[in-house]
Protein backbone atom coordinates (compact mmCIF):
# COMPACT_ATOMS: atom_id res chain seq x y z
CA UNK A 1 0.00 0.00 0.00
CA UNK A 2 1.09 3.80 -1.09
CA UNK A 3 2.20 6.17 1.90
CA UNK A 4 -0.62 8.31 0.56
CA UNK A 5 -3.18 5.85 0.16
CA UNK A 6 -2.37 4.98 3.75
CA UNK A 7 -2.10 8.35 5.05
CA UNK A 8 -5.57 8.74 3.11
CA UNK A 9 -6.97 6.09 5.69
CA UNK A 10 -5.52 6.92 8.89
CA UNK A 11 -6.83 10.23 8.39
CA UNK A 12 -10.12 9.08 7.54
CA UNK A 13 -9.93 6.63 10.72
CA UNK A 14 -8.95 9.83 12.98
CA UNK A 15 -12.22 11.74 11.49
CA UNK A 16 -14.45 8.62 12.26
CA UNK A 17 -13.01 8.87 15.62
CA UNK A 18 -13.00 12.51 17.09
CA UNK A 19 -16.33 12.32 15.67
CA UNK A 20 -17.62 9.51 17.62
CA UNK A 21 -15.35 10.67 20.72
CA UNK A 22 -17.78 14.64 20.00
CA UNK A 23 -20.98 12.34 20.23
CA UNK A 24 -19.87 10.78 23.43
CA UNK A 25 -19.22 14.07 25.17
CA UNK A 26 -22.38 15.25 23.94
CA UNK A 27 -24.55 12.00 25.51
CA UNK A 28 -26.93 13.82 28.55
CA UNK A 29 -26.23 10.14 30.48
CA UNK A 30 -29.54 8.36 32.28
CA UNK A 31 -28.28 7.45 35.56
CA UNK A 32 -29.08 4.12 36.88
CA UNK A 33 -29.89 2.44 40.34
CA UNK A 34 -30.17 -0.88 40.88
CA UNK A 35 -31.77 -2.50 44.10
CA UNK A 36 -31.00 -5.96 45.68
CA UNK A 37 -33.90 -7.16 47.75
CA UNK A 38 -33.90 -9.62 50.67
CA UNK A 39 -35.89 -11.79 48.07
CA UNK A 40 -34.74 -11.48 44.82
CA UNK A 41 -37.88 -12.87 43.13
CA UNK A 42 -40.32 -10.42 45.38
CA UNK A 43 -40.74 -6.82 44.69
CA UNK A 44 -41.86 -5.90 47.89
CA UNK A 45 -39.56 -7.16 50.05
CA UNK A 46 -36.81 -5.36 51.44
CA UNK A 47 -34.18 -3.53 49.89
CA UNK A 48 -31.03 -4.66 51.28
CA UNK A 49 -28.61 -2.87 49.03
CA UNK A 50 -28.56 -0.03 46.62
CA UNK A 51 -26.08 0.82 43.87
CA UNK A 52 -26.08 4.49 41.75
CA UNK A 53 -24.65 3.83 38.73
CA UNK A 54 -23.29 7.15 37.44
CA UNK A 55 -22.85 6.01 33.53
CA UNK A 56 -26.28 4.91 33.27
CA UNK A 57 -27.15 1.39 32.05
CA UNK A 58 -24.13 -1.39 31.14
CA UNK A 59 -23.49 -2.59 27.78
CA UNK A 60 -21.66 -2.85 24.65
CA UNK A 61 -20.87 -0.93 21.52
CA UNK A 62 -19.20 -1.79 17.99
CA UNK A 63 -18.41 -0.93 13.91
CA UNK A 64 -18.80 -2.94 11.69
CA UNK A 65 -17.07 -2.16 8.15
CA UNK A 66 -17.98 -4.60 5.04
CA UNK A 67 -16.30 -6.23 3.09
CA UNK A 68 -13.41 -7.78 4.76
CA UNK A 69 -11.35 -7.46 1.81
CA UNK A 70 -11.73 -3.98 0.98
CA UNK A 71 -8.77 -1.82 1.74
CA UNK A 72 -10.08 0.17 4.51
CA UNK A 73 -11.01 -3.36 6.30
CA UNK A 74 -7.29 -4.79 5.59
CA UNK A 75 -5.99 -1.42 6.71
CA UNK A 76 -7.72 -1.81 9.94
CA UNK A 77 -6.68 -5.28 10.52
CA UNK A 78 -2.88 -4.96 9.61
CA UNK A 79 -3.58 -1.34 12.52
CA UNK A 80 -4.72 -3.84 14.59
CA UNK A 81 -7.88 -1.34 15.40
CA UNK A 82 -10.50 -4.16 14.02
CA UNK A 83 -10.91 -8.05 14.25
CA UNK A 84 -13.16 -10.22 11.38
CA UNK A 85 -16.79 -9.76 12.67
CA UNK A 86 -18.57 -13.21 13.02
CA UNK A 87 -21.30 -13.10 10.13
CA UNK A 88 -18.00 -11.32 7.45
CA UNK A 89 -16.45 -7.99 7.81
CA UNK A 90 -14.43 -6.50 10.55
CA UNK A 91 -15.41 -5.05 13.92
CA UNK A 92 -13.98 -2.48 15.53
CA UNK A 93 -14.63 -2.65 19.31
CA UNK A 94 -15.81 0.54 21.28
CA UNK A 95 -13.82 0.18 24.73
CA UNK A 96 -14.22 3.76 25.79
CA UNK A 97 -16.17 4.85 28.38
CA UNK A 98 -16.01 2.39 30.91
CA UNK A 99 -19.28 0.50 30.63
CA UNK A 100 -21.62 3.07 29.38
CA UNK A 101 -23.66 1.73 26.62
CA UNK A 102 -25.66 5.16 26.13
CA UNK A 103 -21.73 7.01 25.35
CA UNK A 104 -20.29 3.58 23.85
CA UNK A 105 -23.86 3.58 21.10
CA UNK A 106 -23.36 7.54 20.50
CA UNK A 107 -19.44 6.66 19.59
CA UNK A 108 -20.06 4.02 17.06
CA UNK A 109 -22.52 5.74 15.47
CA UNK A 110 -21.08 8.88 14.70
CA UNK A 111 -18.21 6.80 13.64
CA UNK A 112 -20.10 4.94 11.41
CA UNK A 113 -21.91 7.50 10.06
CA UNK A 114 -18.82 9.20 8.99
CA UNK A 115 -17.43 5.94 7.37
CA UNK A 116 -20.77 6.08 5.46
CA UNK A 117 -20.38 9.38 4.26
CA UNK A 118 -16.69 8.28 3.10
CA UNK A 119 -18.65 5.57 0.60
CA UNK A 120 -17.87 2.92 3.19
CA UNK A 121 -20.01 0.20 4.07
CA UNK A 122 -20.53 0.57 8.00
CA UNK A 123 -23.01 0.27 10.88
CA UNK A 124 -22.66 0.51 14.22
CA UNK A 125 -24.30 -2.08 16.46
CA UNK A 126 -24.89 -2.36 20.48
CA UNK A 127 -26.07 -4.59 23.17
CA UNK A 128 -26.90 -4.43 26.92
CA UNK A 129 -24.82 -6.16 29.32
Sequence with gaps: MKKRE????????????????????????????????????????????????EDGVCGFAWITIKPANSKFAKWLIQKGYARHAYGGGVSIWVSLF??????????????????RNAGIRAYAGSRMD
Design 6 to 53: EKSLEELYMRAHKAGMEAASRVQVRPMVVYQRANPLDDTSPVTRTWYV
Design 98 to 115: NQSMQRKEAYAYAFAEVL
